[in-house]
């Protein structure tokens, strides 16, 4: 097929992927409430179109955390993205190191840190829960600094995980044994591409990260049975202590929704902060990220810089989210689209996507540098 937008490759990705694996990448907690609102929030904001100035001259690079980048986005972390296509995190850093932005690597990742970090040519980026085994936790970070990772994104949205209804339809959570197994086998076999270049060629199929917990039980069942005993529910803003006396870059906060909250952050001594609603896989029914993200932006002024993911579809949708306070935006499913419809070229074409649908409507919005996109390129009050 012809892929002209993201939607192009959501579509790439359905057909290729088994249902099990897509549905867990497309969708959202609950009624999938603020996963739509995440994306039709960010399409009904207009802009504000200008004529006649010059903007032959149109940079999009920025500075994130001390490091010069061509674009202003990264790419989120997604768990189990290595899934999507034969060691998917591979082929996703590399992607983004040749495009000059930052890739996250997930905890829950297929790949490996370690894995991951003998396939770049510059820093990444890795995520990390708050878990109950401090010392584990302790490992990872141990390892990421091994690694040469340039920030720490430190996700604090999870303390316990969302309720997902089409995980539950096709057997990737709720299935007990070998029913889920069975029926998740069966999906895969629908899909005899993906079998053969991932489900065949693609092993190990564990979560790189957490295997040595596991203690050796690599099935999918096993991993939600961890991440539920082991997500920490009385995570505090006191924890952050114990993840700065492991790690000593910059620290990321991700999951930040009310202004309050980004205010707490900026008093710990984060170094930033991603507005975010988890891509709507959490609490259904709370602000879209575009809703969220401009008081948030006002409260903490410059003292973090303020990032933001959600409802991503184009590069006119980047342009929004930046006019509304954030410095960048983190790229999610978008990347994830990608990766499954055409691995590390599929990622760098939705990339350059990305950067020519940015060029327009900073083009045709007057401006030519990215800190010159602000609340004055927008229709309306936000």
């Known amino acids: 097929m ?67 980048q061509s674009l202003p986005v990264a790419l989120a972390p997604i768990g189990l993205a290595g899934l999507n296509a034969r060691r998917g995190e591979v082929q996703a850093v590399r992607a983004a190191n040749k495009a000059r932005i930052p890739f996250t690597l997930s905890t829950v990742s297929a790949c490996p ?27 990872l970070l141990a390892q990421a600094t091994a690694a040469g990772c340039s920030a720490l994104v430190f996700t604090v949205d999870m303390p316990v995980p969302g309720t997902r209804y089409r995980d539950y339809r096709t057997g990737l959570a709720g299935a007990p044994g070998l029913k889920g197994a069975a ?61 700065r006396a492991e790690w000593s870059g910059p620290l990321i906060i991700k999951g930040i929704l009310d202004p309050e909250d980004a205010k707490e952050a900026a008093a710990s001594g984060a170094n930033g902060i991603v507005v975010s609603n988890h891509g709507g ?24 810089t303020v990032l933001a993911d959600g409802g991503v579809r184009s590069g006119l949708d980047v342009v929004r989210l930046l006019a509304l306070g954030a410095k960048g935006v983190l790229l999610g499913r ?23 649908e940015m060029r327009v409507a900073m083009a045709l919005t007057g401006t030519t540098r990215i800190d010159q996109i602000d609340r004055t390129i927008l229709v309306g009050e936000y």
């Open 2 to 68: 012809i892929i002209a937008n993201i939607a192009d490759f959501r579509e790439a990705a359905r057909r290729r992927l088994p249902r099990f694996l897509f549905e867990y990448m497309d969708g959202g907690s609950y009624a999938e409430v603020t996963l739509r609102r995440n994306v039709e929030d960010l399409a009904n904001i207009a802009l504000r179109q200008r004529v006649l100035r010059d903007v032959s001259g149109i940079d999009l690079s920025v500075e994130l955390f001390g490091q010069r």
């Open 113 to 139: 840190l370690g894995e991951v970090a003998a396939a770049v040519s510059s820093p990444f980026w890795f995520q990390l829960y708050m878990i109950r085994d401090r010392g584990f936790m302790k490992d």
């Open 183 to 243: 029926w998740r086998a069966t999906q895969a076999l629908s899909r005899p591409v993906w079998a053969w270049d991932v489900g065949l060629m693609g092993r190990p199929h564990h979560l790189g990260n957490v295997a040595p917990v596991l203690q050796g039980k690599t099935g999918i069942e096993d991993f939600f049975a961890w991440m539920r005993s082991n997500f920490d529910p009385a995570i505090s803003w006191h924890d952050l202590e114990f993840i």
């Open 281 to 304: 896989r959490q609490l259904d029914g709370v602000l879209s990220t575009a809703r969220a993200l401009s008081p948030i932006a006002d409260a903490v002024g410059d003292r973090l």
């Open 334 to 356: 978008a990347w994830s689209y990608a990766l499954a419809a055409g691995g590390e070229a599929g990622i760098t074409k939705m990339l350059g996507l990305i950067e020519a």
